[in-house]
């Protein structure tokens, strides 16, 4: 692996501050060992977000440029991988069913959650709260909104686990995991059909089934129906998890803002923008492949080339954030970009924020003598370029 790319795995934000400071795009090799070119700072990597010149589809990377997690069609007709007039198309469709109404409706089945969780792990006055409590949560409120019924929950955990961090001496974990994802959702999605429910899933058939019989030109494709239900479990999972995991370690190794947050609840929502600034779940942005030869930052991309844009080297850069590595819940003017910008905006934000404030609220009003349970540098991170989580968080409260 490239030492360039290494040490942003075990130092992100050291490794990203000389990298800031030595040019705006630097030509690395990625941890497939092919040529990415890494964006760093922050006006380049917003304005990269929305420009169009950047493709998401596979097809507009040179032969031989991109080695990605090969995934079944089926899987793999997703907004990750696509770039107007299709991700517009669906991106329209989805809406429909993914509405603020049913996520605003999820607030008290989150808080019920949260406090049943908890109700687990109160009497052990010890906890892993990865294993125990951010990664249980998501799984339960995306797999609600789904539709998916809860014997089948402990195996989509396992599953979006083998995929999110996949071992590279075992990649038959993966590739199991994938085919297992793929026929569980082609199955539930067929007796959906058949039996209908109140949730997300059944409504995106709906919408699929609807447009069929009218043979409408925007119609959802079956493979389209399948790959959503897939990006909208495995992103809704994993982020949601990372953001709380990562927040929650920001306030237990900065004593003072923790007491601010204890004294005022209030300050929450604004806390989690922080959160998602100073330590968030996705440190990249997903692959773009340039369209044609592009200037970023006075730096020429040719075309066909791999692009990364460094959202967490851009949530930290001094020209944009005042004293950027200190955690602040009072800070203003927070426009960071832990969420993307422009078309590709994260689609499931709005339940990422309510899930992160809901439990982090019931967290620290449960738990107020909450404490890590060991020192904070014995704390391992996933090892992976593409997402900053941790594999474990043992407190004591």
Same mark, same amino acid.
């Given at each position: ?28 090799? &990625? ?18 977000? $929305? ?45 429909? $069913? ?28 010890? $906890? ?18 789904? &539709? ?250």
């Amino acid at each position: 692996m490239d030492p360039t790319v290494k040490a942003l795995i075990t130092d992100p934000y050291g490794g990203y501050a000389r990298l800031r400071a030595e040019a705006p795009a630097h030509r690395v090799l &990625g941890p497939d060992g092919l040529p990415v070119w890494l964006v760093t700072r922050y006006p380049d990597v917003r304005q990269a977000l $929305a420009d169009p010149r950047l493709a998401l589809d596979k097809a507009h990377a040179a032969p031989g440029n991109y080695r990605g997690f090969a995934l079944p069609p089926a899987l793999d007709a997703n907004l990750l991988n696509m770039d107007p007039p299709d991700h517009t198309r669906i991106r329209r469709l989805v809406s429909r $069913a993914f509405t603020p109404r049913r996520i605003t409706a999820l607030h008290a089945p989150i808080e019920r959650v949260a406090e049943q969780l908890l109700d687990r792990i109160e009497p052990l006055g010890r $906890a892993d709260l990865i294993a125990d409590y951010a990664a249980p949560l998501p799984i339960t409120v995306i797999c609600d909104l789904l &539709g998916v019924p809860e014997d089948a929950r402990q195996d989509f955990r396992a599953w979006t686990d083998a995929l999110i961090a996949p071992d590279p001496t075992r990649p038959e974990q993966a590739r199991a995991a994938v085919k297992a994802m793929l026929g569980f959702f082609t199955g539930l999605i067929e007796r959906k059909r058949t039996e209908p429910g109140d949730d997300l899933l059944s409504d995106l058939i709906a919408v699929r089934d609807e447009q069929d019989a009218g043979d409408r030109p925007d119609r959802l494709s079956e493979d389209e129906l399948t790959s959503l239900a897939f990006l909208i479990l495995f992103a809704g999972y994993e982020n949601t998890v990372h953001l709380i995991g990562n927040a929650v370690l920001a306030l237990l190794t900065h004593a003072e803002q923790l007491a601010a947050l204890r004294a005022e609840p209030g300050l929450i929502d604004g806390a989690v923008e922080e959160f998602a600034r100073f330590d968030g779940p996705a440190p990249l942005a997903i692959r773009r492949f340039a369209r044609e030869d592009l200037a970023i930052g006075g730096v020429t991309v040719p075309k066909g080339e791999t692009v990364l844009l460094a959202l967490a080297s851009a949530n930290r850069d001094p020209e944009q954030f005042t004293d950027p590595d200190r955690l602040d819940l009072r800070r203003r003017e927070n426009g960071h970009l832990a969420l993307g910008h422009g078309i590709h905006y994260c689609l499931g934000a709005p339940l990422a924020r309510m899930e992160t404030a809901l439990a982090l609220t019931a967290l620290l009003r449960r738990f107020p003598a909450l404490a890590l349970d060991v020192p904070a540098e014995r704390l391992r991170h996933r090892p992976t370029l593409r997402a900053r989580g941790l594999l474990e968080l043992p407190v004591r409260y």
